[in-house]
């Protein structure tokens, strides 16, 4: 990852990270490839209809998309973005890409999501497993189905599945993240967080690129799902992401892992 130049992240981040879990990087991308990114996930949902985000998970409340590497060039910024790989390998050490998907929460939507660790992972010996950067397509405001968490509870070693009886219900230490358009959330994935109801009505979107520790399978297995042509343009930086050189590891061969936070 050296030869990169991955910028250290500040001291201040870093902390945020440590104490609370995650840490926002507000307005960090430039307007015109924010609207790039919003035709292009708006391209993909009107293409892909029904069948949008099936190589993963669908899920009620909300549009999802998945594999996104394969479908346009212009994520390759995403996936690679140096300020947030710098916060990334902070939380894991050595990572690569687990999956860039999408979500986008249903105006005026029904429910929101129980609280969940991403990939229902617990930390173990080595540390964090998995990490997780939220770009924020549209703001995210306290009523437009934002995400909540619980600070701290990164550290807590309890899925809180197994120790709340309604993960679903509003928790007594929930925050609701506040972000403009085109900021960046990097998060520990091991925090217990989860997308609340959007109660405007309009759409509430968002990219998720889900890393993990490179001695862990990725949860969708890019050298299975990315087609010949992709994984020939993958060079560098990109290339190093997707793990694209190394040996499966137990669980990767089969493409797209059944195993999410918290989605049947
Ligand atoms: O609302 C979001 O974009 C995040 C939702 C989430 O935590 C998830 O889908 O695992």
């Not at 219900?169 to 520990?188: C, F, R, T, W, Y």
């Amino acid at each position: 990852m050296e030869e990169f130049q991955i910028p250290a992240p500040s001291v201040a981040h870093q902390d945020q990270l440590d104490k609370h879990g995650y840490v926002v990087l507000s307005e960090c991308i430039p307007e015109v490839v924010l609207e790039q990114l919003i035709r292009e996930v708006e391209f993909l949902w009107e293409i892909e209809g029904e069948l949008a985000g099936c190589e993963f998970k669908q899920e009620k409340n909300a549009r999802r998309l998945a594999n996104l590497v394969e479908k346009s060039r212009r994520f390759d910024q995403v996936v690679t973005h140096r300020d947030s790989l710098a916060l990334v390998g902070h939380v894991l050490g050595t990572f690569k890409l687990s999956s860039l998907n999408a979500r986008s929460a249903n105006p005026m939507s029904a429910s929101g999501q129980p609280l969940h660790c991403d990939g229902g992972y617990l930390p173990d010996k080595k540390g964090p497993k998995v990490a997780n950067v939220v770009w924020c397509l549209d703001d995210f405001t306290l009523d437009n189905g934002t995400i909540r968490v619980i600070p701290g509870t990164h550290l807590a070693g309890k899925l809180p599945q197994d120790v709340l009886d309604h993960p679903e219900k509003q928790h007594p230490d929930e925050e609701l993240i506040k972000a403009k358009a085109g900021s960046l959330i990097v998060m520990n994935a091991h925090l217990w967080h989860s997308g609340v109801k959007n109660r405007t009505h309009r759409p509430r979107r968002a990219l998720h690129a889900y890393y993990c520790r490179r001695d862990q399978p990725q949860q969708q297995f890019q050298q299975a799902l990315l087609s010949a042509e992709t994984r020939q343009v993958a060079k560098g930086l990109l290339r190093y992401v997707l793990a694209l050189e190394e040996a499966p590891l137990e669980g990767e061969r089969q493409g797209a892992s059944s195993v999410s936070g918290f989605l049947q």
